[in-house]
């Protein structure tokens, strides 16, 4: 097939449809010959979807023989090796140093905190297998002149060391270790007795250690042959022999085939065409391989800019899409992928960002449109995934009622009973945790709800729960087999329920297979695990678990695909769309290496970080030669504005920068392109001009419910929501709604609150006859920790709380004595009728003092600020209002009495008072506020308005979601509807 005299070095240009163009070079290479020739033909590929397109395209021309099709990735396939024995499974390897690196921060503390035990293993692992792939020991990692770096890198070389064994181990070699031992056995074989038959290597760049020395074997070979994907025949000479410096030239896109030019002895000019198949747009070719021309690249511009085609016409292919935000990114390209599919265009969406092409994914299926995904779903994110994450959170700590919630609510929990009955059970079971506590419910707590529930399957559901959560806060050290034991067992139970045996659907269908092959083989590597915490074990099952994929069996639209970076050599699609384009994302930043510095790297025969970016660019050199482009990017992410790809900005900048060639004009017409497909996806989200009722922006609601429907008593600080925010209290006494609590109950200011008030209530109606100042705070104190211990379940809220008391109770105790009264009601209830009104107002004042004068003192306690004087005159009316009540004679036992004053004390840090005189003027003034205020809503067109006069955009209103406040503003004007009119309210 080749004169064994001439250089066997082949490429395509980018843009070419790299399987069908292999396949049409080799078919007319063995033209003429046999049939059966063409079964002695070996073909080494470089990924599993290339092989499958090649085998595909080979059918297309009917019966034959096909070659021997193998990976680059597994050298030894089909091949029987004696004295090499099989690879190491990676995930043992792994474990193993897992344990090393333990043993490490058991040492030096400082160097990792210990939950990054799994990320810091899966970087070591990663090193060794590039150090193996590319011939580099630790030997020569430890001769390593480290002295003019800091001291953290001398103690990571000499960590290093501690992996020699590894390397020297034959009996259990890592897999890149086994595909180098390979390499080398077959190229001193070869070198003996070489094949006669054709031995071809396709697809791959030679980045790797281990492949380039493979591809040098078969370079060497009689009828060896390498055919390069996406080459650049437009880079002139110069250029090349520029990229002799790997720091400097380590990112470009074809630095990778200079580099095995120089293992093979080749040069640029040796390189010939495999196929005659022209690219989509030769003159494409043309400007991209300019535009990504390494630094510095100006005078290059200048130079060879001028000899361009065109721009116009060259780009007229080329789309540059420029988003607002990612979600209108992907909608735009769900837009453009529905529209190939429509017109039956293959298409194809090739971005490095999984969060993207799954919004894409989401877009598409409101078109029932499901693209044939070559990534799959993360394990940890589909629903076993999900399920063995949350019940691996539940070790090692006491159990909240959110985590327990948690589990409940998963799909997977008890899946071999009725469901119906289980979330039923559930959530009558988060009303009362909601409501009611415990923070931290216990097996017992469960059962003893259960045994007052009406539902006759309560007792059994809690009595399998509580079983299955016995001991789950045990912190102990285990080894990794009994954690996966225990992980397995409790998945297993909460899974299947009350069933006395089977496991639910938790193992079932393609994501439970998946997961139950991950969760078995990391029973049979656990025992090179080592002994962890359940806080490694979690981190370090989050670590493992996040690197598995599944595929489920769909029917995929067979034009609309979505592809890694690396699959962009396969091509075979028309339009092509790369998304995600903006530094960090594509290129990716190079990851942090915790071990290796860059010129340690480099000093020890490693490649670069640059390396990364050098192969994201040469997937996008070939992906950006596709017959149709689109280019797109976000000008935003959640967090701030993007930095477009160094790639966009070459090729906008060379194009702004050659207006002779039309390129300003070729670059406008390429972002009206994309406006285009970005005002559809606009066109998507603007309102409908006639929407259906339910699409209509709610406006402000004012209820104006039924009379004998409103209420008729509140209590003193429910007035001051009735002035703010109306529409509160209509859809609490009214609606009879109540807001729940959080599901994860924590220590709040209301806590706090109800905490404090018990402590001062308890310190003043037990305050003995005589008792000194320091007695008085011993026994503030005592109450403190006495109440406390019995209210607060939070250890930390307990200590910070007891520490906020210690230093609010010299300030405390000075305002208790300051006026020398003498409490008379503490905490006591009092009631006014309002006349004519029908109409009740009741509350508690914190304390009432009788001062040596007659008069009464109503005191309020704010573990917060109390209210200023200004909003004491527009909604902080608790106290004047008790004053009233305590004038009118509304507190029991204590008769009509005069007011002398109201104090709110503050038991915050800046321990502020705010006090007021009450005079007679001042008494009426709030009967006549309050008078008209409830009177206003004794008539029928009175609305209850929501917020009101809340005097703050971030006034926390419990209804605001009821009230549908935000598609509407504070500004709008209130909408009044009667309603419940005719009907029970």
Do not use: C
Request: no cysteine; net charge negative.
């Amino acid at each position: 097939m080749f004169d064994p005299h001439e250089p066997r070095l082949f490429a395509l240009p980018p843009g070419a449809d790299f399987p069908a163009a292999l396949v049409a070079g080799l078919r007319a290479r063995m033209q003429g010959a046999p049939p059966e020739a063409m079964a002695r033909v070996t073909l080494y590929l470089n990924t599993t979807r290339m092989r499958r397109r090649v085998v595909q395209i080979f059918g297309q021309h009917g019966a034959g023989f096909l070659p021997r099709i193998r990976l680059v990735s597994d050298l030894a396939a089909d091949m029987v090796v004696p004295g090499l024995p099989p690879a190491i499974p990676s995930l043992r390897r792994k474990l193993q140093l897992t344990v090393l690196i333990g043993r490490l921060l058991d040492t030096l503390p400082d160097l990792a905190p210990r939950s990054a035990l799994a990320d810091l293993a899966e970087s070591l692992a990663a090193l060794m297998s590039e150090m193996q792939g590319e011939g580099v020991g630790p030997d020569r990692v430890a001769a390593l002149d480290v002295s003019d770096h800091s001291e953290h890198w001398a103690r990571t070389r000499e960590f290093l060391t501690i992996i020699t064994p590894f390397f020297t181990d034959a009996e259990e070699p890592d897999s890149e270790g086994r595909q180098r031992r390979l390499a080398l056995l077959l190229s001193d074989l070869w070198a003996t007795a070489p094949p006669q038959d054709p031995v071809i290597v396709a697809g791959s760049t030679g980045s790797r250690g281990t492949t380039a020395l493979f591809m040098q074997a078969v370079a060497r070979l009689p009828q060896g042959a390498i055919v390069l994907p996406g080459y650049d025949f437009d880079m002139p000479d110069q250029v090349w022999a520029g990229l002799d410096d790997a720091l400097t030239s380590e990112d470009h896109p074809q630095y990778r085939f200079h580099r095995l030019m120089g293992l093979v002895g080749a040069t640029p000019p040796d390189v010939r065409l495999w196929h005659d198949a022209a690219p989509p747009s030769a003159a494409r070719n043309r400007v991209v391989s300019l535009a990504l021309r390494p630094a510095p690249v100006t005078d290059q511009w200048l130079v060879e800019g001028p000899d361009l085609p065109d721009l116009s016409a060259a780009m007229q292919d080329v789309t540059l899409m420029e988003s607002t935000t990612p979600r209108q990114e992907a909608l735009s390209i769900a837009l453009i992928l529905r529209d190939a599919a429509e017109h039956g265009t293959p298409a194809a969406l090739i971005s490095p960002d999984r969060v993207l092409t799954r919004q894409v994914a989401a877009a598409l299926d409101r078109w029932n449109i499901r693209p044939d995904d070559s990534a799959g779903i993360p394990l940890n994110q589909t629903a076993p995934g999900r399920f063995l994450r949350h019940v691996v959170r539940l070790f090692g700590h006491k159990l909240t009622s959110d985590t327990l919630l948690t589990v409940l609510k998963h799909p997977l929990t008890a899946s071999a009973m009725d469901r119906g009955q289980h979330l039923l059970l559930a959530r009558d079971l988060e009303l009362k945790l909601r409501r009611e506590g415990p923070a931290f419910p216990t097996g017992p707590d469960l059962i003893a709800w259960a045994g007052a529930h009406s539902n006759a399957h309560a007792i059994g559901w809690a009595t399998a729960l509580a079983g299955a959560l016995d001991g789950l806060e045990d912190t102990s050290t285990l080894p990794l087999t009994g954690h996966i034991a225990r992980l397995r067992l409790l998945a297993e139970r909460l899974s299947r329920g009350p069933a006395p045996d089977g496991t639910g659907e938790l193992w079932q269908e393609a994501p439970g297979e998946a997961a139950l092959a991950f969760v078995t083989g990391l029973e049979a590597e656990a025992v090179h695990g080592g002994d962890l915490s359940p806080g490694e074990f979690r981190d370090l099952f989050d670590g493992l678990i996040s690197g598995e994929e599944v595929r489920a069996p769909m029917i995929a639209h067979p034009g609309v695909m979505i592809w890694g970076t690396l699959e962009a050599r396969v091509q075979g699609a028309d339009l092509v769309i790369l998304a995600g384009l903006n530094d960090g994302t594509w290129p990716a930043l190079p990851p942090p290496d915790p071990w290796l510095n860059r010129r340690m790297r480099l000093d020890a025969g490693l490649l670069l970080p640059e390396r990364r970016i050098g192969l994201s660019a040469h997937d996008f050199q070939q992906a950006v030669a596709a017959p149709r482009v689109v280019l797109s990017r976000a000008l935003r992410n959640a967090e701030a504005e993007t930095v477009p790809s160094r790639w966009i900005n070459r090729l906008t900048n060379l194009m702004d920068g050659l207006p002779g060639r039309n390129g300003p004009d070729a670059l406008r017409q390429m972002r009206a392109r994309g406006k285009t497909w970005l005002d559809l996806a606009a066109a998507m989200d603007r309102p409908l001009p006639a929407p259906d009722a339910g699409l209509i922006p709610a406006t402000r609601p004012a209820p104006r419910p039924p009379l004998a429907a409103r209420p008729t008593s509140l209590s003193l600080t429910r007035v001051e929501v009735l002035i703010r925010d109306p529409y509160a209290i209509y859809a609490d006494k009214v609606l009879n709604l109540r807001p729940l609590d959080p599901i994860r109950q924590t220590p709040d200011a209301r806590d706090r609150g109800t905490v404090v008030h018990t402590i001062l209530e308890r310190f003043v109606r037990e305050r003995p006859l005589e008792e000194s100042r320091d007695a008085a705070r011993a026994r503030l104190m005592a109450l403190t920790a006495d109440v406390l211990d019995d209210q607060v379940p939070w250890p930390a809220a307990r200590a910070l709380w007891a520490a906020r008391m210690e230093r609010a109770a010299d300030h405390f105790l000075t305002i208790d004595a300051a006026e020398g009264g003498q409490s008379v009601l503490v905490e006591g209830r009092g009631e006014l009728a309002l006349q004519g009104l029908n109409f009740t107002l009741f509350g508690t004042p914190d304390r009432i003092d009788l001062l040596p004068g007659g008069k009464l003192h109503l005191i309020d306690y704010k573990t917060g600020s109390p209210p200023s004087d200004k909003e004491q005159k527009s909604f902080a009316k608790q106290l004047h209002l008790a004053a009233l009540l305590a004038t009118e004679g509304g507190f029991k036992g204590l008769g009509p009495q005069q007011v002398a004053k109201i104090t709110y004390v503050g038991l915050g840090s800046a321990g502020k008072v705010t006090e007021d005189e009450i005079t007679p003027e001042k008494l009426e003034g709030v009967r006549d506020g309050l008078y008209h205020l409830i009177g206003s809503y004794a008539r029928q067109g009175q609305g209850y308005t929501s917020r009101r006069a809340v005097f703050t955009e971030r006034f926390p209103g419990d209804y605001d979601h009821l009230a549908r406040f935000g598609e509407w503003e504070m500004t709008d004007r209130p909408d009044p509807q009667d309603v419940g009119l005719g009907d029970t309210p």
